[in-house]
């Protein structure tokens, strides 16, 4: 079948400046989390969002989560401005350890990947708690999320194309399953066909048939600074750069159900003195929630702080057979 244009693209006023995000308190963040949930309290809590009727710096958030629930993916036009991306950019390109990617069908080496990225620089943390990002999320795949990997690549002219995978496919969840994986794609370079625009196939994110390599798919040509969100059971596929000296620039940033391991382990691959610099609300995205026991009955962040992986409160058998005479 013959696959049209994407149905829905958005657009949002420009973000804050990283002038106003460095004075704005984390509380702003968790106060419009708060609006966002509110009316979902009676919910089981790992349930997605109902996003309907909020809105944030200009966009539409349930209108965006519906648009990726029915066809898998959502663009958003203007996500961030240029000075954003101009500061990620520079670090990409003298700060951060990169290195090149031979995987998902490409053997050229000529995609260059940096992973990890939270432990290599703090130039994109603003992005992680931008309040759209985290509605889109939490209305895709519920309020209780982490961040699964972090990702600046550059795909070079003379790329192939990658063969059509899925990102939640790493996990051995039989389909179909309710969503657990939420990409955001973020164009720093235009996005474009010759490029090597991101293939997606719509409505895949619903399939249980195994992906098929042959498959139509829409390419995702979109400005510099706009996002395409999708839901991680969608069929897609880096595309070939075809052209003669365009790079293509892009921010990748997957977030997961905060119950499953993720791709990237956070609390291992960022070094604690790291974490403990960031705004509690990033500490948390990055693994150090809490969840079930935490760590012997204590928060993750509290232990973060103090190195204590004991809980105060626990003693020898002999303590409790004397207090309770056992």
């Known amino acids: 079948m013959r696959l049209g244009p994407h149905e829905a ?123 759209r990002l985290r509605a889109v999320v939490a209305g895709v795949i519920g309020k209780y999320n982490q961040i699964n990997v972090t990702t600046l690549f550059n795909t070079l002219p003379g790329e192939t194309k990658q063969l059509f995978h899925q990102d939640d496919g790493l996990w051995p969840i039989p389909r179909p399953h309710p969503p657990f994986l939420c ?38 040509e979109m400005s510099s600074g706009s996002v395409v969100f999708w839901d991680g059971a969608m069929w897609h596929a880096g595309g070939a750069n075809v052209t003669a000296d365009q790079e293509r620039m892009g921010f990748f940033i997957s977030h997961q159900v905060s119950y499953l391991r993720p791709q990237e382990m956070q609390p291992l691959a960022i070094p604690a003195e790291v974490v403990r610099t960031m705004p509690q609300k990033l500490q948390r995205l990055v693994g150090y929630h809490t969840f079930g026991i935490g760590i012997d009955g204590r928060d993750p962040l509290d232990v973060l702080e103090d190195g204590i992986v004991v809980n105060p409160d626990a003693h020898p058998a002999s303590y409790w057979r004397q207090r309770y005479s056992v």
Do not use: C
């Open 9 to 131: 693209h958005f657009r949002t006023s420009q973000r804050h400046t990283d002038a106003d995000l460095a004075v704005q308190p984390i509380s702003k963040y968790a106060i419009s989390e708060e609006a966002t949930t509110a009316r979902n309290d009676m919910q089981n809590p790992y349930e997605p969002l109902d996003q309907t009727g909020l809105v944030i710096d200009g966009l539409d958030i349930g209108a965006v989560v519906s648009t990726i629930r029915k066809q898998g993916y959502a663009v958003v036009e203007n996500f961030l401005d240029l000075k954003s991306l101009g500061n990620i950019r520079e670090a990409f390109n003298s700060q951060v350890p990169i290195t090149e990617m031979r995987a998902i069908g490409t053997k050229t080496g000529r995609t260059w990947r940096a992973h990890n990225l939270l432990a290599k620089t703090r130039a994109a943390d603003d992005v992680f708690l931008d309040p």
């Open 183 to 220: 990409n955001a794609l973020i164009a720093f370079d235009d996005f474009t066909k010759a490029n090597g625009a991101t293939h997606l196939v719509p409505f895949s994110h619903k399939w249980t048939r195994p992906v098929d390599q042959e498959i139509d798919s829409v390419q995702i």
